[in-house]
């Protein structure tokens, strides 16, 4: 089964670039995994934030198929230690989806079309972090989970 990680927009710092690479690196051990980038809308200037999370939302359910299985990071998610993401992640991959895909929106979130498609959502923390960080920490957290599946000591109970 494939995982993916999809984000609105580049990462336009290289520090972040340079963490989500050396993770991105390190999760090709454990399952197959890529990381999508979806551009930024062009001619955007004059749409009001609901028109704006309306387009950014037909991107995204245009690209999904009828067997992927979609998570949201959101504010509004359910909550995970680290211990219980991974048997959780354990528990999709025994699921029947062809890809588990987890989602950052954009600047204003999601459109409703996405949370009605969303199989789920998921929270990273109570506190906020620019769309371009939580890249980085969700790619940290995935492969803390892929080590903890595999009872390897990066994650220290």
């Known amino acids: 089964m494939k995982t993916e990680l999809w984000a ?9 670039q340079e963490g989500m690479d050396l993770y991105l690196k390190r999760l090709k051990h454990y ?4 990381m999508e980038i979806i551009p930024d809308l062009k001619k955007s200037k004059n749409l009001s934030p ?10 995204i ?18 909550s995970y230690t680290s211990v219980q ?6 528990h999709l991959f025994m699921g ?10 954009g600047a204003y ?5 996405v949370y009605q498609r969303a199989n789920s ?8 972090f620019s769309h371009q960080m939580i890249r980085l920490f969700f790619l940290e957290q995935l492969y803390r989970g892929m080590t903890i599946l595999k009872g390897e000591p990066y994650h220290n109970n």
Do not use: V
Not at 109 to 113: I, L, R, T, V, Y
């Open 8 to 16: 609105i927009g580049k990462t336009n710092e290289a520090y972040l």
């Open 31 to 34: 399952l197959s995994f890529k």
């Open 50 to 59: 609901s028109q704006f999370k309306l387009k950014e939302g037909q991107l």
């Open 61 to 78: 359910l245009q690209k999904l198929m009828p067997g992927d299985h979609l998570i949201l990071l959101d504010e509004k998610g359910k």
């Open 85 to 90: 993401f991974s048997k959780h992640m354990d």
């Open 96 to 105: 029947s989806h062809k890809r588990i895909i987890f989602l950052i929106g």
């Open 109 to 113: 979130g999601f459109s409703e079309a």
């Open 121 to 128: 959502q998921m929270n990273l923390s109570k506190m906020t």
